[in-house]
């Protein structure tokens, strides 16, 4: 599986390196401004980088910069690199961008590089107009906007959607390849990828198929309609495929793992009674999200099992002596059935995603 989430620019020429020179033929750095999230079209791609040398060389020696304090008062990870001209307003204006977008402590964790384009192209690949690396979580972005008008800021955002992602559970499932839990719940992954119209991970033939880089589009989404623009189809066209446009519920999602991350599975006891050796004692659970669910029995009658049924078709999905477990892909809800050779009560506790 590719790790790269590269930012490239489909058909760009090394031309593009020459964006953001002066008049007098030097290459500087522009700043970083909010219009530019709702600028220019975005006909770019991605993949993701892993133990990169030259993004490695190029953070360790070629670059100014360092921790920039914004003027909320984080303070964030900020590189340059050395062919632009120092300007500490470059570094301040992308500190202060970054904060106004929908973010928790991650965004403290990420380091950003700002490089020229062929520098971008030398470091993520030919025709990269960006990239991101999960080990690191090391951003590299261009210093100025792409020919075609795609912004630096629409690069930015959709790389530290990444971000967002890698620093996010999604238990089983890898949050950077999946989605963050809520969203990729609420755009059905699990039951897209079981019906082979979602590939998480891939970034190659399926890249525009792929939830991880739907995730970092609807951030860029989210994070547009954060700042109050009327409609966020000006975006359009985004980098995946229409199917994976966001819907109201799925940016809501979105929003709240960012602001209130899952962090595991809910733990609950109930008690029950088998009443009769024929007949099971029943209880629908609500899986309001898509992952892994088991329960076990922690005490009951003599010979006593338990089964997990599909509510909606009556099958056996799941079934064991005192414990049963499955995944949860596209269910809200299940039924649990206990079952005893005797008659007796009996408490279980169940772990919901």
């Known amino acids: ?88 307003t470059v570094t301040q ?10 973010h928790g402590p991650e965004l403290t964790k990420a380091i950003v590089y700002v490089a020229p384009f062929d520098e971008v192209q030398s470091i993520c690949g030919p025709g990269a107009g960006g990239c991101y690396n999960p080990g690191t979580q090391t951003i590299v972005v ?8 795609t912004t630096k800021e629409t690069i930015l955002v959709h790389e530290l959607g990444h971000n967002l992602a890698r620093n996010r559970l999604n238990s089983p499932w890898s949050a950077v390849d999946w989605g963050t839990k ?11 990828t079981e019906a082979g119209t979602a590939f998480p ?36 066209p985004l980098v995946v495929d229409p199917s994976f446009a966001p819907t109201p519920a799925a940016l809501e999602a979105l929003k709240e793992d960012v602001l209130e991350p899952w962090t595991g599975p809910t733990v609950t006891t109930y008690a029950g009674r088998v009443a009769s050796v024929k007949r099971a004692a029943r209880r629908v659970i ?28 009556g ?8 414990r049963a ?16 050779a005797k008659t007796g009560t009996f408490s279980a506790t169940y772990a919901t995603p």
Request: overall charge neutral; aromatic content about 6%; charged content about 20%.
């Open 182 to 192: 809520r969203w990729a719940t609420a755009m059905n992954v699990c039951a897209r």
């Open 93 to 102: 204006s992308l500190a202060d961008f970054m904060i106004q977008l929908y």
């Open 325 to 340: 477990g499955t995944t949860v892909c596209g269910r809200r809800s299940l039924g649990v059935l206990v079952r005893g």
């Open 286 to 313: 609500a899986t309001p999200l898509d992952g892994s669910f088991s329960i076990k029995l922690t005490r009951a009658p003599q010979g006593a099992s338990i089964s997990l049924v599909d509510t909606k078709t």
């Open 142 to 149: 261009p210093g100025d906007d792409l020919p075609d008008g």
């Open 1 to 88: 599986m590719r790790r790269l989430l590269l930012l490239g620019m489909i058909g760009l020429g090394v031309a593009a390196a020459a964006a953001g020179a002066s008049a007098g033929g030097i290459q500087r750095a522009t700043r970083f401004e909010p219009s530019g999230l709702a600028s220019g079209p975005a006909t770019f791609r991605d993949t993701m980088l892993s133990g990169s040398r030259e993004l490695q060389a190029a953070v360790r020696s070629d670059e100014w910069g360092g921790s920039v304090t914004a003027s909320d008062g984080e303070v964030l990870q900020l590189f340059v690199s050395d062919a632009y001209p120092v300007d500490p």
């Open 315 to 322: 099958k056996v999905v799941a079934k064991g002596a005192r």
């Open 201 to 236: 991970g891939d970034e190659g033939a399926n890249y525009q198929l792929d939830p991880g880089e739907a995730l970092a589009e609807s951030y860029r989404v989210l994070n547009f309609e954060k700042q109050q623009w009327p409609n966020w189809t000006a975006l359009a």
